[in-house]
């Protein structure tokens, strides 16, 4: 996870009769500019911060077509049933559940024909596993076989990971900031009283690699402005 760094800016309400003078001001022509406080009036300081966090794709599909020619509607069915089942068994023995795959068949008539077209399509989500799959698939089938190359996507479920993952970690990032900035005024760093996301973007993150292959990774971005209350320290210590 790469962090940018933040931005600090402190706001410190004076107290009541405090006073300022500002020669640059325009307008006060140099004049002394008083301040009131209110009672409920607090101590504030405000940050923004900003992470950057990536992840590689979690899923990928692998897509194995074959099709064939019969001069009857059973031939051709049953031919093609065989290869489907060798298939399925295939991905059975290798642990790929029902839910995780498709099948599909295309029956049409040409040319005094049966031609039929299968396609099987698999979700994997354990790489290793896949390399295995297709392997043996390669291996066992005909070239009237073919097993696609994978294609990789990140799920819903590692995007809204990724979103929340990058937030937290500005968030984070701009607490520990605020908290060096009140230790050096003097202060003690409170609870926070706003917390808002300004910006949030995803990109193409390159490829990234593990387990035997490249897979591509979306890199997300995360700014945040954030208001914490300030303490004085010697509020914070126990009468003895």
Do not use: W
């Not at 009857?72 to 489907?84: H, L, Q």
């Not at 990140?154 to 937290?168: A, D, F, N, Y």
């Not at 890199?219 to 914070?236: E, I, M, P």
């Amino acid at each position: 996870m790469a962090i940018s760094p933040s931005r600090v800016f402190a706001a410190l309400l004076p107290t009541a009769g405090d006073i300022y003078r500002d020669e640059n001001e325009p307008g006060m022509g140099g004049h002394t500019v008083t301040v009131q406080r209110t009672q409920n009036s607090a101590r504030e300081v405000q940050v923004t911060g900003s992470a950057e966090v990536s992840c590689p794709a979690d899923r990928a599909t692998v897509s194995v077509s074959f099709k064939n020619s019969k001069e009857s509607v059973n031939d051709v069915t049953n031919s093609i049933s065989r290869r489907v089942e060798y298939i399925l068994q295939t991905l059975r023995q290798h642990h790929v559940k029902g839910e995780e795959l498709t099948v599909t068949r295309h029956i049409y008539r040409a040319d005094d024909l049966y031609h039929m077209e299968a396609l099987v399509m698999v979700v994997f989500s354990d790489f290793g596993q896949m390399e295995r799959v297709c392997i043996v698939l390669l291996e066992k089938l005909d070239k009237s076989v073919c097993v696609s190359t994978p294609h990789f996507y990140h799920s819903e479920e590692c995007l809204g990971l990724l979103r929340r993952s990058v937030c937290v970690a500005a968030v984070e990032n701009a607490r520990l900031k605020a908290s060096e900035m009140s230790s050096m005024l003097g202060q003690t760093l409170g609870h926070p009283l706003l917390v808002r996301e300004e910006e949030a973007t995803e990109r193409d993150g390159g490829r990234q690699g593990g387990e035997g292959v490249h897979r591509p990774s979306i890199s997300a971005t995360s700014r945040v402005f954030v208001t914490f209350n300030l303490r004085h320290k010697d509020r914070t210590r126990k009468k003895i």
